[in-house]
């Protein structure tokens, strides 16, 4: 009897582990056998691949728009998710406290995180154009007469994408945060209280202490999900000016896309998955840990 039950269990998980093996399994093998192989257009048409072993990712490391794609990455990653935590936090602060409207402003601010990509890119894109968009319209009638060339300086366009992506995230940072807040003990905050602690106090004392493996989840998840950015960066910018905003999955595509070097976008997509998934680790690592204390 046991052994039919166990039976039927395999049956319903067998369509997940089918999903997963078919699309996702045979295209990460295909990816990483791809990348030993010398593959273009003219090959892949012809079928004679060759095996040239690390040549790609040799190749991959000696270009210099991988290095400059590499540290945009990294700068991206590492600029969206501190502000997108630190404004995220705060935000959930202001609505744990008692007020009518906080549900219904809460609501709100989850809409910029259920619009598509894609479509905030593009609203980004032209609030930060240099002629009509709407945030140096706003400038001018400050005062400030010569516009900022928002995507076409390469010192400005990798912020201004990291300040497209902030205001993405904000929302689904400050959800996890909040929900994390509402799990706090009150007793601890009571007794806070009579002892005449002080609000920055309860926030460094108990606040902080007590939602630290919340924050530390969000920050890795956040990590994650900055990282791999693809839509946002190459609607808004499409990698330029000069190379300022590439990242590593938009190497990878314009290798494998643009210029039809499929082994070479393949062994840029998987650095970006090896990276990723070594973050996934130490995140899994975290959780189970977490279980276990």
Known sequence: MMKSKRGGGYLF????VLFMVIFIGYPLIYNIILSFQNVDLAILSSGNK???????????????VFGISVKNTIVYTLGSVIFQVAIGFFLALFFSMKFRLAPFLRGVMMVAWLIPLTITALLFKFMMGESGGIINELLITWGIDNPVQWLSDPKIALWSVIIANIWVGIPFNMLLLSTGLSSLPDDVYEAASID??????K????????????????????FIYTFKVFDLVYVMTGGGPINSTEVLSTVAYRFSFDEFKFSLGAAAANILFLILFVISLIYLKFIKDDEVS
């Not at 060759?50 to 210099?64: A, I, P, R, T």
């Not at 004392?205 to 493996?213: A, D, N, S």
């Open 196 to 201: 005449g602690a002080s609000w920055l106090q």
């Open 50 to 64: 060759s095996f040239v072993g690390f040549d790609n990712y040799k190749q991959l490391f000696s270009m210099e």
């Open 13 to 16: 998980v067998l369509p997940a």
């Open 203 to 222: 926030l460094t004392h108990i606040t902080l202490p007590l939602l630290k493996p919340v924050i530390l989840v969000v920050l890795m998840l956040g």
